[in-house]
């Protein structure tokens, strides 16, 4: 699954607010931006490698390319503490989540983790908080747009 590489700000506001839940109890930036960078949409198509080259390059170098399966994997935990029972009762196999060191996909339909949560999160999640945060930002966008009467002279 893909999609367009252009994202509305509802996209960016969803991803936003997962990330906050996801990774509410720790600060880290190395897990933050593989968050975001890994479950965005332009993102689908590029290798756990070039999304390390992303993290790296936002942190200036400091995040060693080779600290993205760890990093992932961490992240993919932590994504399974907060939304495990909620994936579980959408239909997803929460045993897809948890593979062995090295793991490769062997059959067609075989998914790595990550692949796993990005379908739930855009294909599930996405629709069923999008209306809820549409609403609300269609609310901020009104209140931006108050008309101020015209004084005649």
């Not at 990330?19 to 190395?30: H, Y």
Request: charged residues 25%; proline residues 4%; glycine residues 6%.
């Amino acid at each position: 699954m893909t999609s367009n590489a252009g994202n509305s700000s509802l996209q960016e506001r969803f991803l936003s607010d997962f990330i906050e839940k996801v990774l509410w109890k720790g600060r880290s930036d190395n897990e933050r931006l593989c968050c975001a960078l890994r479950f965005h949409p332009q993102n689908y198509d590029q290798t756990n490698t070039e999304v390390a080259q992303q993290i790296s390059k936002e942190l200036n170098g400091s995040f060693n390319t080779t600290s993205m399966p760890g990093t992932l994997a961490a992240v993919v935990a932590k994504i399974k503490a907060a939304f495990g029972e909620k994936m579980a009762a959408d239909g997803v196999k929460l045993e897809e989540l948890q593979r062995e060191r090295g793991w490769k996909p062997q059959n067609p339909g075989d998914r790595y983790p990550w692949q796993v949560i990005y379908q739930w999160l855009w294909e599930v999640e996405f629709p069923r908080r999008g209306w809820e945060l549409a609403t609300n930002l269609a609310t901020c966008a009104i209140e931006e747009f108050k008309f101020v009467a015209i004084q005649e002279h």
